[in-house]
Nanobody, 123 residues
């Protein structure tokens, strides 16, 4: 069983900062990729950023230059540093990870999601 647990959401004024964390735990044989998606009311879930095991990162155009994704040395915790927040960043932020697990005598990649954390940017 693999779990992703997010923390760090909350209410912040426009221009402020928040740092989200996502901890992966369970029967993990490695993590290929960790990232963040978000879903605003009435909108589809969209990619915010992800980081691969080798350190390569990718960002949505709307957050480039404002958000930074990183991982700890062990690779099981991902962070999303969000600066210069805007009201349009308001959404539920979900952690996502492609994790290698042992199943049917093989190690295979599987996708997992966290429960989500609310980020509200408002004055």
């Amino acid at each position: 069983q693999v779990q992703l647990v997010e923390s760090g959401g909350g209410l912040v004024q426009p221009g402020g900062s928040l740092r989200l964390s996502c901890v992966a735990s369970g029967s993990i044989f490695g993590i290929n990729r960790m990232g963040w998606y978000r879903q605003a009311p009435g909108k589809q879930r969209e990619l915010v950023a992800f980081i691969r095991s080798e350190g390569n990162t990718n960002y949505a155009d709307s957050v480039k230059g404002r958000f930074t994704i990183s991982r700890d040395v062990a690779g099981s915790t991902a962070y999303l540093q969000m600066n210069s927040l805007k009201p349009e960043d308001t959404a539920i932020y979900y952690c996502n990870a492609e994790v290698r697990i042992y199943q049917a005598m093989r190690i295979i990649p599987e996708d997992y999601w966290g429960q989500g954390t609310q980020v509200t940017v408002s004055s």
